[in-house]
């Protein structure tokens, strides 16, 4: 009645140490679902909670891995039953609750979805926390007017996790990609995803210096925030959006508001992780249509348990390449 997972214990000093353990049935947390875990991922948060917590784990030891999928074991929630397939991203599980990296995970039948048609559980962790939020910043930026055609949609941290799946759904939609970088390595890699030009992170990395600068970008998926964010907003063509999804540049947003008053320009905030039921399934459902199952495989990294303390503080300095999946089986 053991399974493997992931615990970060923290000591007397206050410092973190993640190892695999081999842990009893009974220390899983209450729930209405348990699931068998197939697969799980490595996103942004995962590397602050692998390590040292970033303020978003509320109790050690602890089983991070913020998404997972697999099938359902055991369940009291009358949605599901044994042997259903199926999807959790967000809730804060992984932060506040034990997560996915765990070969067992119990939780609110609530937070899961079925598993949509078209996807095994390792392409839905392949698309992950990272790919379901590109998944709705495009949705978002269709909402406010983007069409293909309209011009060169900029793509920000684009060879991470959210920035790979957006390139390549983007460029599948017909759009043209401008994809932002700052490591030359991913060139070809952003290419074959489908990215129309690459921009090196430089050129747009620098402070605000004017407001306005030559209206360039037809829509924007941001995964850096920060100065960068800052920047595009300046350089975004008339009542055109940018979908905020990410700080990894930074939280902060040195900008100024003329954008938003001389141009019309829409600044639309993406969140993933308490997004309701009903908003969740039609963004699957897109995935599973709109991002080509080709380029998700040219994207991932296949990973185990044990690997994570190392790609966690990988992925922490920009250093990981499209999506980790891990292989809970
Ligand atoms: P990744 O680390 O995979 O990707 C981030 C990318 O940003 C890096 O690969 C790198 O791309 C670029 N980057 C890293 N550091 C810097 C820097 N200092 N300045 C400029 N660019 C930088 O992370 P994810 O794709 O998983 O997540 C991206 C962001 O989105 C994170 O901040 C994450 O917390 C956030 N997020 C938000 C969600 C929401 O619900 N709103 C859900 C999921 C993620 P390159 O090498 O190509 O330049």
């Not at 692998?50 to 891995?65: A, C, D, F, S």
């Not at 957006?166 to 401008?178: C, F, Q, R, S």
């Not at 037809?218 to 009542?239: E, N, P, S």
Request: with cysteine; aromatic share 6%; glycine share 12%.
């Amino acid at each position: 009645m053991t399974f493997k997972a992931l615990l970060v214990e923290k000591n007397d000093e206050g410092k973190t140490s993640a190892s695999v353990q081999e842990l009893d049935e009974s220390r899983l947390p209450e729930g209405d679902v348990t699931v068998a875990v197939e697969y799980s991922t490595l996103n942004y948060k995962d590397g602050l909670c692998v390590g040292p917590g970033g303020g978003l784990v509320r109790n050690y030891p602890h089983v991070p891995g913020i998404d997972f999928a697999g099938t359902v074991l055991e369940s009291s929630d009358d949605w599901y039953k044994p042997g259903d397939k199926v999807v959790l991203t967000g809730w804060r599980v992984g932060e506040a609750w034990w997560g996915g990296y765990s070969q067992k995970a119990r939780v609110k039948g609530e937070w899961l979805v079925p598993l949509p048609e078209g996807l095994s559980t390792r392409n839905a962790m392949a698309i992950g926390t990272a790919g379901f939020t590109a998944m709705l910043a495009v949705m978002a930026l269709e909402n406010h007017g983007l069409k293909p055609g309209n011009g060169p949609v900029l793509v920000t941290g684009a060879a991470g996790g959210v920035g790979s799946v957006a390139t390549a759904i983007l460029a599948n939609l017909g759009h043209e990609v401008a994809a932002v970088t700052g490591r030359e390595s991913t060139w070809e890699y952003l290419k074959s995803l489908g990215a129309s030009s690459i921009v090196p992170r430089d050129d747009v990395n620098e402070t605000v210096k004017r407001p306005l600068e030559a209206e360039t970008w037809a829509g924007c998926i941001d995964a850096v925030g920060g100065a960068m964010l800052a920047r595009v907003l300046g350089q975004m063509k008339y009542g055109t959006s940018v979908a905020a999804v990410g700080l990894a540049g930074g939280a902060a947003l040195p900008a100024t508001v003329i954008p938003f008053l001389l141009r019309g320009i829409n600044l639309l905030g993406i969140d993933s992780v308490m997004r309701p039921y009903e908003a969740r399934l039609p963004a699957w459902e897109r995935l599973a249509k709109d991002l080509p199952m080709d380029k998700l495989d040219a994207m991932i990294q296949p990973a185990k348990l044990e690997d994570l303390p190392k790609l966690g503080a990988d992925i922490l300095k920009g250093q990981v390449k499209g999506r980790v999946v891990v292989d809970l089986n």
